[in-house]
């Protein structure tokens, strides 16, 4: 791994202090060994450090974006769902016909692994151009023992075939599969004792999600799902609050889970422990969209308790068929009423909470060197802008694994 200096460069470090995004203008940044080994003003640079010169033009340079809440692997689509919805029909009334999550878990049972990833791949990307080097993806789509397997397994492959970190999650608890239907106990003891195991000892995942909803499994039921996956140390995640109030994100800090996601319809009581626990608060502004629905998290509530707030794309095929994490952005900034500061913090330093990775987010001597460099005049056009693109060159361990044709570098 060559040496890399990043010079004539405006650092959004996101490093949390009196600076917005943690800003270091006229600066230089250094590379080696896949990690960031010097950062500061350009005029400190020590003149130790040799190797390749990257002129940045006075270019804003950010940590590189992670989503961390994705379903990026599936087969088919729910076009036809799209068009129910655009005629009337809610999330609720698609699910109860057969529609919805078990549509999908029909096509995912068909595909074959390798169908998995190559379809996955076209989705990866689309993010990857965007900026993205670390992204989350569940399961969910399987609900056996074998498809959850299949799709846990192409997540690992994907991640080593892409040059992107991909963090598995365990979401067997999505929906209650055709051939458990009248039989919920049947089926949570097939994944505490049969599907946790099995993902344990093959070190398929990293975390175990569940979706605590009213279409989806009760509070007890998670409980006893996150018990089991907490005794195979497995960390915990959970869909929480996105159509009621099931008060799982007061299930989620308990079990001093990594993240609850969606949260629509948190309560106050469920974020003073988030609070406690350090739970990280994901919104899903495209499943907002998507959905159309009318009630947005509590944003000021969870800004005023301090809880720390991640932004996730929440690509899958029914709720929300977004692939672009700038997109999101975007509407967390217009929709949720996050500042474009909170918006990139979301989908960096805090997004690396809300996995549990400390060793990037934010640009900081000893952290992976994952970093985006942008096209842009002010960081709240990462914000503003609606398409177009931004993007001049995305880093991966130090490696610049996209660039547009407009950067020059040199030797010293």
């Given at each position: ?79 036809d769902e799209f068009e129910k919805r655009l005629t009337g029909a809610s999330y609720e009334e698609i699910a109860a016909a057969g529609g919805g ?223 672009s994490l700038k997109l999101m952005i975007n509407m967390a900034t217009t929709l949720f009423r996050l500042s474009p500061e909170e918006a990139l ?68």
């Amino acid at each position: 791994m060559s040496t890399k200096i990043w010079i004539d460069v405006n650092l959004l470090t996101m490093v949390e202090g009196d600076k917005p995004f943690g800003l270091l203008e006229d600066a230089a940044l250094v590379t080696n060994n896949k990690q960031i080994v010097w950062v500061g003003h350009k005029s400190n640079l020590p003149d130790h450090f040799v190797g390749e010169i990257i002129y940045c033009k006075g270019s804003y340079l950010s940590p590189g974006l992670i989503d961390c809440h994705t379903h990026l692997i599936y087969g088919g689509n729910r076009i036809d769902e799209f068009e129910k919805r655009l005629t009337g029909a809610s999330y609720e009334e698609i699910a109860a016909a057969g529609g919805g999550i078990l549509s999908t878990v029909e096509a995912t049972r068909a595909a074959s692994e390798d169908d998995l990833v190559r379809t996955a791949q076209k989705r990866l990307a689309a993010f990857m151009k965007e900026g993205v080097t670390t992204i989350e993806i569940k399961s969910g789509y399987g609900l056996d023992i074998v498809n959850e397997i299949k799709m846990l397994r192409a997540a690992r492959k994907l991640g080593n075939i892409s040059g992107i970190d991909v963090i598995p999650t365990f979401l067997g608890a999505h929906a209650l599969p055709p051939e458990y239907s009248g039989d919920r106990t049947g089926y949570i003891k097939l994944i505490i004792e049969e599907m946790l195991p099995i993902i344990a000892k093959e070190q398929l995942a990293d975390a175990v999600d569940g979706f605590c909803e009213n279409i989806g499994f009760t509070h007890q039921e998670m409980e006893q799902i996150f018990k089991a996956a907490t005794k195979l140390g497995f960390k915990l995640k959970l869909h929480a609050e996105q159509l009621s109030d099931q008060k799982g994100a007061t299930l989620a800090a308990k079990f001093n889970a990594l993240s609850a996601d969606h949260l629509e319809y948190l309560s106050t009581d469920s974020i003073l422990e988030m609070k406690k626990s350090g739970t990280v608060a994901v919104l899903l502004p495209g499943a907002y969209y998507t959905l159309r629905d009318t009630i947005i998290p509590p944003v000021e509530k969870l800004r005023s308790a301090q809880v720390p707030i991640a932004i996730g794309s929440d690509c899958n095929p029914g709720s929300s068929p977004v692939l672009s994490l700038k997109l999101m952005i975007n509407m967390a900034t217009t929709l949720f009423r996050l500042s474009p500061e909170e918006a990139l913090a979301g989908v960096t330093r805090n997004a690396a909470k809300a996995l549990g990775l400390d060793d990037r987010g934010i640009l900081k001597k000893g952290l992976k060197a994952d970093m985006v460099l942008w096209d842009i005049e002010h960081p709240a056009e990462l914000s503003y802008q609606i398409g177009g693109d931004q993007t001049l060159m995305v880093i991966k361990d130090g490696d610049v694994t996209f660039a547009r044709n407009k950067y020059k570098s040199g030797q010293n």
